[in-house]
């Protein structure tokens, strides 16, 4: 049981460019979520998915989108890289929302120059 | 999710008890209180949660005063293993949506050998 994997670990990209960050989790969980955290700060929401083929949007979620096609999988893609996603960004998944806890993934480091 | 409010950083000697509090004082009868830890380059993890009553688990205990504005994590022997990010949340009663946790800065813990 290999719970939240994501893929890749680290990644440079330049201005502009673009990439899909890879969140796949073996616990069959409908909800799965899409944070980034900031040096020295917590996590902020990006986007979250409560099934299959449902998501939407969390706090910050501007220049990000985000599919659903399997319960396994949620990836994000970064269309247009901008500095200010220079971040760490966190996959995790849930049985449910509310007093459910939630599993996360070991983050993908990204910076963009 | 309500607000909620912590140390900025707590100090511990390695093989004491550690008492982490955390003050919600705008916390509505729906809310549960969630704590959970970040170790250094590694995401978030669960540690536990409660509604009203004082809860234990294999890693903490977590205290919940009467009026339910403040709480405490109990961690009961620390070990340096146990440095860490430790975030107070508060989190809703299931009832549709699936919002994510709501991170505040959390306590930085430090525990001296």
């Known amino acids: 049981n290999a719970g939240v994997t994501q893929t890749p670990k680290f990644r440079i990209l330049k201005i502009g460019q673009s990439m899909t960050l890879q969140c796949t989790q073996d616990m069959n969980h409908n909800y799965m979520y899409w944070y980034r955290q900031d040096p020295g700060m917590g996590l902020k929401l990006i986007y979250y998915?409560?099934?299959?083929?449902?998501?939407d949007k969390g706090e910050v979620p501007n220049g990000y989108n985000v599919s659903r096609s399997t319960t396994e999988d949620f990836p994000l893609r970064l269309e247009l890289a901008a500095p200010s996603q220079t971040s760490v960004y966190f996959c995790a998944s849930s049985y449910g929302a509310g007093s459910y806890e939630q599993y996360f993934g070991p983050g993908t480091r990204l910076t963009v120059t | 999710d309500a607000k909620t409010t912590q140390p900025n950083s707590m100090e511990s000697n390695e093989e004491e008890p550690v008492h982490l509090p955390c003050n919600h004082s705008t916390i509505s009868g729906t809310d549960y209180i969630h704590w959970y830890r970040q170790l250094p380059s590694q995401g978030p993890e669960y540690v536990i949660h409660?509604?009203?009553s004082n809860v234990n688990n294999r890693m903490a205990s977590l205290a919940i005063a009467e009026d339910r504005k403040s709480s405490t994590l109990i961690l009961h022997r620390a070990t340096l293993r146990d440095a860490a990010v430790y975030y107070c949340i508060l989190r809703v009663l299931p009832g549709g949506g699936a919002d994510g946790l709501t991170f505040g800065k959390g306590t930085h813990l430090i525990i001296q050998p």
């Open positions: 409660g509604l009203t």
């Open positions: 998915s409560v099934g299959a083929g449902i998501t």
